[in-house]
């Protein structure tokens, strides 16, 4: 114990320094009284006139502030002599929620559309996710970041109203882009495992489970929400005309459940069809099993031995001290 005793936070100890000198002028002070007094009186008289002397009146009060005054000092410098485990590692889960906003979401075969309850489902996880970071993507013929990733969801959550299919310049509906921006994302912010959530009606091509395979293999998941019916129903434009293709026909918005299911699946994740209750937003937030796996590992395993503080217990002696001190009158009997 002696060994390794030592103090956390010495430089406390130069507090006694204006204890130090508190005590000097009270000396001093106690000295010119007495003197004072045996300059106008005759020493046989002087016994009868004065009670006591003042530096035997309130000598054991000094003693009894110096010495709260040092237990307070003791107690700051940190006095330590042994050693505690504390774990050191924040859990951190990185997510990007990647958002279509394709005319297809127009559809309103889910009420009011594909795109409103989308955008409340964004919502409903920015507000289900407590830790880690949050970014999000929104894509249709490209990609574009609304939000890198950050711990702050209400930021996120405060641009979610203004997202439409009026916000991308021209149409159609790229996935790849919309994975491989969110990929860009995970890097930027040197994320080395993450989770991709994949809100979208639309029709994954090759080069979107090609995209969703090697980021696997980088260590990013991809778990997909589908909005919308099998059945599917004619899509809208933003100024309410019917959305066609290019032979000027009315395009039906058909879910490919199949094919969400099969990029889901290259994606190491999840595919959860849309749900009116939050059933959908508690299955892809427990996606991220590799993430929380790492976490806890990193709990047990990630830990530093920090010296254990042991000051605090002085604090109540000094306490007490500085209770009596502070009984009316104690306090003059020293001026």
Not at 256 to 275: C, H, I, Q
């Amino acid at each position: 114990m002696l060994g390794t005793f030592h103090f956390i936070r010495p430089w406390w100890w130069l507090a006694l320094i204006p204890a130090l000198l508190i005590a000097v002028l009270w000396h001093k002070k106690s000295q010119v009284t007495n003197n004072s007094w045996k300059e106008h009186c005759d020493p046989h008289l002087l016994e009868h006139i004065l009670v006591s002397s003042p530096s035997a009146r309130s000598i054991w009060l000094i003693a009894l502030l110096g010495l709260a005054w040092f237990f307070s000092v003791f107690a700051l410098s940190g006095p330590s002599w042994s050693r505690y485990a504390a774990p050191v590692y924040q859990k951190n889960i990185a997510r990007v929620i990647v958002l279509d906003v394709s005319q297809s979401m127009n559809a309103t075969d889910i009420t009011p559309s594909r795109m409103q309850r989308a955008k409340y489902k964004v919502l409903d996880l920015l507000h289900a996710i407590k830790e880690g970071q949050t970014g999000m993507v929104v894509f249709s013929s490209s990609a574009f970041v609304v939000s890198p990733l950050t711990a702050d969801s209400n930021t996120i959550a405060s641009m979610v109203p203004v997202l439409d299919s009026n916000i991308v310049p021209v149409q159609g509906s790229d996935i790849a882009a919309g994975l491989a921006k969110a990929g860009e994302l995970f890097k930027q912010s040197g994320a080395t495992r993450g989770e991709i959530i994949l809100i979208t009606d639309s029709s994954p091509s090759a080069s979107a489970l090609t995209e969703a395979s090697n980021l696997v293999k980088q260590g990013f998941v991809t778990s997909v929400l589908a909005i919308g019916t099998r059945e599917g129903t004619p899509a809208r434009g933003n100024d309410g005309n019917f959305a066609t293709d290019a032979n000027g026909n009315v395009s039906l918005a058909h879910l490919d459940v199949s094919g969400l299911e099969n990029l889901a699946k290259t994606g190491s994740g999840e595919y959860v069809a849309f749900k009116g209750d939050n059933s959908d937003v508690d299955s892809l937030l427990k996606v991220a099993t590799l993430n929380e796996l790492d976490a806890k590992a990193s709990a047990e395993s990630q830990t530093e031995s920090l010296w254990q503080d042991c000051g605090d217990y002085l604090i109540w002696g000094a306490l007490i001290l500085f209770a009596l001190l502070a009984r009316r009158g104690w306090l003059e009997k020293l001026c």
